[in-house]
C-alpha cells in the first residue's frame, strides 16, 4: 500500500534552519511528484511547492522563494523540505503529499492523493 | 492567486440528516478545453492529515462513500453529506488545482 513516512518533530530556534524528510513507499516513487503543504496550528492548509523525484525538478511557492529547498535522494525514495530563516509564524505541522499528474493545457498541476502522518515544526526562542 | 472561501464556518447536523458546505473561488476553475472544474475536497479529522474525497468538483475518489457528493462549476461549489455519520465529523476544505499556487478554502467544521 502508498505510505509516506515523515521525519519526528522538530524545534528549532528563531533564525534556523529545519529538514524534514518524507519516505515513500508501495508505489513507483520516479513516477509521482511529491508537494508539501504546512497548517499552523488550528489554521488552514498553504501549499508550499513541489519536486518532481525524476528529474530533481522543483516549483515553490511564491511567498516561499529563496527561504525552501526540495531535494530528494532516489536511492532510498526520500523527499526534503528544508526551510530556513525560521520564523515564530513557520510552526506548523509540515505535510508531504504525493501529486498525481493533472494536465492543464501545457500546464501540470497536481492532486494529492496520498499524505504524509505530518511533522511538527515548532519555532520559538 | 485564487482566494478560496467556504460557508458556513461551521454546522451541527443530526445523524442521518444532510450537511451542505459551499465553497467560492474568487476566479473561475474550470478549464474550457477539457470541461474540468479543478476543484477538490478534503476530509481531515483530528491529528490526521487531510483525506481526498471529492475531485474535479464531482467525482468521488476510490474508496469514499457515496454519501459524499460534490456540485457545481465555474466559480461556486457544494459538498453535501447526504445522511451524516458519526465518523464524518471533521473539517472539510475545499482546494484549487487549476492554478499554482495551489489553495484551500479555511475550512468548514461539520459536528453532530
Known amino acids: 500500500q502508498v505510505q509516506l513516512v515523515q521525519s519526528g518533530a522538530e524545534v528549532k530556534k528563531p533564525g534556523a534552519s529545519v529538514k524534514v524528510s518524507c519516505k515513500a513507499s508501495g508505489y513507483s516513487f520516479s513516477v509521482y511528484d511529491i508537494n508539501w503543504v504546512r497548517q499552523a496550528p488550528g489554521q488552514g492548509l498553504e501549499w508550499m511547492g513541489w519536486m518532481n523525484p525524476n528529474s530533481g525538478n522543483t516549483g515553490y511557492a511564491q511567498k516561499f522563494q529563496g527561504r525552501v529547498t526540495m531535494t530528494r535522494n532516489t536511492s532510498i525514495s526520500t523527499v526534503y523540505m528544508e526551510l530556513s530563516s525560521l520564523k515564530s509564524e513557520d510552526t506548523a505541522v509540515y505535510y508531504c503529499?504525493?501529486?498525481?499528474?493533472?494536465?492543464?493545457?501545457?500546464?501540470?498541476?497536481?492532486?494529492?492523493?496520498?499524505w504524509g502522518q505530518g511533522t511538527l515544526v515548532a519555532v520559538s526562542s | 492567486e485564487i482566494v478560496m472561501t467556504q460557508s458556513p464556518d461551521s454546522l451541527a447536523v443530526s445523524l442521518g440528516e444532510r450537511a451542505t458546505i459551499n465553497c467560492k473561488s474568487s476566479q473561475s476553475v474550470l478549464f474550457r478545453s477539457n470541461n474540468k472544474n479543478y476543484l477538490a475536497w478534503f476530509q481531515q479529522k483530528p491529528g490526521q492529515p487531510p483525506k481526498l474525497l471529492i475531485y474535479?468538483?464531482?467525482s468521488r475518489d476510490s474508496g469514499v462513500p457515496d454519501r459524499f457528493r460534490g456540485s457545481g462549476s465555474e466559480t461556486d461549489f457544494t459538498l453535501t453529506i447526504t445522511s451524516l455519520q458519526a465518523e464524518d465529523v471533521a473539517i472539510y476544505y475545499c482546494q484549487q488545482y487549476y492554478n499554482t499556487p495551489l489553495t484551500f478554502g479555511p475550512g468548514t467544521k461539520v459536528d453532530i
Open positions: 474535479w468538483a464531482s
Open positions: 503529499a504525493r501529486g498525481r499528474t493533472i494536465v492543464r493545457g501545457d500546464l501540470i498541476r497536481w492532486l494529492f492523493d496520498y
